[in-house]
């Protein structure tokens, strides 16, 4: 558990170093990829910094109803 919050703290202030030097940017993450400690720190930078951000992740065409991807 220590390592996690580790590896969550030492992601997530990277994260919020790239996304603060994008703040006038209207930015898209896809956070499907990558670890959770991955997941929750693009998901907390998200909530917490008020930037211009939208989350999404990718379904998969047997889900949808084209048959293709599509980003939820």
Known sequence: MQKLLKDLKEIK???ERLLLGHRKDEI???ISPG???MQVAWYFSHLELGLNTK???IRPGK???TKLPEKI
């Open 35 to 37: 670890t959770a400690p």
């Open 28 to 30: 898209e993450i896809f």
């Open 55 to 57: 989350l999404f992740q």
């Open 13 to 15: 202030a990277k994260v």
């Open 63 to 65: 889900f949808a109803k």
